[in-house]
């Protein structure tokens, strides 16, 4: 397929494909109120509903003029598994007078739906509109502008040290960013930054992408959270695993030196984690000791093992979005896995930073309540049961074959320059995940669909240069041979 042709498939879909672009203003509307944005009229949330609602009206506009292609069963079977449970939820929660789906507003459960449904309509859209690497790349390239907002602003107010009350915490201890207001949607968004430009410095060579690429770097230790600064490293050692692997020629001695190159570079990357660790935690101030520290580790598992009450208690509906972590504090979950570890759970509770035994969930779930497991991962599992299991799952073991086929190819000629900008998106995508394992406010599914296509779409580029014997400058941007 050529380039013109590929542009004429997507030509009848620009009204979708705008809408998706449209969606990377999502990073720009803060979490609290900031000088810019009327956040106490408009906050995030709302803003996620409304850009839903232009992608739904402009599927449907271009649905009445071109129709639409079916989605892969896959995919099918997934979107209609979501639905059934959330209406069997709903229906289930008011038969059993459940505290926590009585108390909620029926308006609320349905606006939880949307960055889970939002996502999959993102993920069809890509699907039905056949993009290729071209679209991929305008859509990467408006998230990446927004990030780069971000960065330049942590440099300006966080490394110049500019007076800005607007970017610190509520306790006025360390950086958080003007524009999201928020330290764990500023990291996490560095990553996409960092990994953004470095695609873009591949594939056209700009020095301006690298310095970008920086700036994301500086965005994440800008708010010095751990986990994101391991989740970069992480990011940079899959990345330099496949450089250092597809650079060499073949050859006894270059095989010996790659792996003691490889060696090297995992013994580096230990150590930044452990600088970066210690670093973070001496500038933040928190958990300086290490009793301290282990009491954090024992919280974080004690989450985790509390996602899996929810989910040996509600397997088939789960707790539905955005509600399964009130059913992972609630009292009314039973302890079946967290007691198996951790004993009494009532004593356990008491003792936990932000888990109370006071049955709060049976007068107002939401009140003094927490906003999730901090683990987005777990969240998905506690929101949709077996079906967010299951699809968590898919993803790690889709992207670990697409890391072993693509790492275990032979280095070719001029293989680099196929194998780089899978390496960078698909490491990107590694990075973030880790990133949101621990963090609450991270709803963009939409762009954790474009990426997984993404590197899906670059995965058939690399296949397509290496195994069929076409050069290089035949691959169009669509990932097809012409």
């Known amino acids: 397929m050529s380039v013109d042709r590929a542009a004429s498939n997507a030509s009848p879909r620009r009204l979708t494909n705008a809408a998706i672009r449209l969606h990377a203003v999502y990073f720009f509307i803060p979490w609290e109120r900031v000088p810019y944005f009327p956040g106490q009229f408009v906050g995030p949330y709302k803003v996620y509903v409304l850009l839903f609602v232009l992608m739904c009206a402009a599927w449907a506009v271009e649905v009445i003029r071109f129709g639409g292609r079916k989605p892969a069963p896959g995919f099918a079977v997934a979107a209609l598994w979501f639905w059934v449970i959330f209406w069997a939820g709903i229906v289930h929660g008011y038969v059993q007078d459940d505290p926590i789906k009585t108390s909620v507003p029926f308006y609320r459960l349905l606006a939880d739906t949307v960055p889970y449904a939002d996502g999959m309509l993102a993920w069809y859209l890509v699907h039905n509109n056949r993009w290729g690497r071209e679209e991929f790349e ?3 390239e408006s998230v990446f502008w927004v990030a780069l907002a971000m960065g330049v602003e942590s440099i300006l107010f966080y490394y110049s040290h500019i007076p800005n009350p607007y970017s610190l915490n509520h306790e006025g201890q360390f950086f958080l960013s003007m524009f999201a207001r928020h330290h764990i949607v500023a990291s996490r968004l560095g990553l996409i930054l960092a990994g953004a430009a470095f695609y873009f410095y591949w594939r056209r060579g700009a020095w301006f992408y690298l310095f970008a690429s920086f700036a994301g770097i500086l965005l994440v230790f800008s708010t010095w959270r751990r986990v994101p600064i391991f989740a970069l490293f992480l990011g940079a050692y899959l990345l330099i695993l496949f450089f250092v ?7 006894a001695q270059e095989k010996m030196k790659s792996f003691f190159v490889s060696c090297l570079v995992a013994l580096g990357f ?17 958990f300086v000791e290490a009793s301290n520290l282990s009491v954090s580790v024992k ?21 539905g979005p955005r509600q399964g972590f009130l059913y992972g504090y609630s009292k009314n979950t039973p302890a079946s896995m ?56 898919t993803m790690l073991t889709t992207g670990g074959m697409y890391f072993f086929k693509i790492y275990r190819l032979p280095p070719h000629e001029d293989s680099l320059h196929l194998i780089m900008p899978f390496a960078v998106i698909f490491s990107t995508i590694a990075a973030l995940f880790v990133a949101v394992s621990t963090t609450a406010h991270f709803y963009p599914y939409w762009l954790f669909a474009i990426l997984l296509r993404f590197v899906r779409c670059l995965y058939g580029e690399v296949l397509a240069g290496l195994f069929r014997g076409f050069p290089i400058s035949r691959i169009s941007p669509s990932g097809n041979t012409p």
């Open 299 to 319: 919280e974080r598992f004690f989450q985790y093992a509390r996602a899996a009450d929810v989910l040996i208690a509600r397997p088939f509906l789960g707790g």
């Open 138 to 140: 305008r859509v990467l």
């Open 338 to 393: 967290s007691a198996y570890f951790y004993g009494d759970i009532t004593l356990y509770e008491s003792g936990i930073r932000g888990w109370s035994t006071s049955d709060l969930f049976q007068e107002n779930p939401r009140r003094s309540a927490p906003v999730s497991l901090h683990s987005l991962p777990m969240n998905f599992v506690v929101d949709l049961g077996l079906l967010g299991l299951v699809l968590v799952m």
């Open 245 to 251: 692997k597809f650079k060499r020629r073949p050859g």
């Open 270 to 286: 230990l150590a930044c984690i452990g600088v970066s660790a210690m670093v973070g935690t001496k500038v933040r101030g928190e």
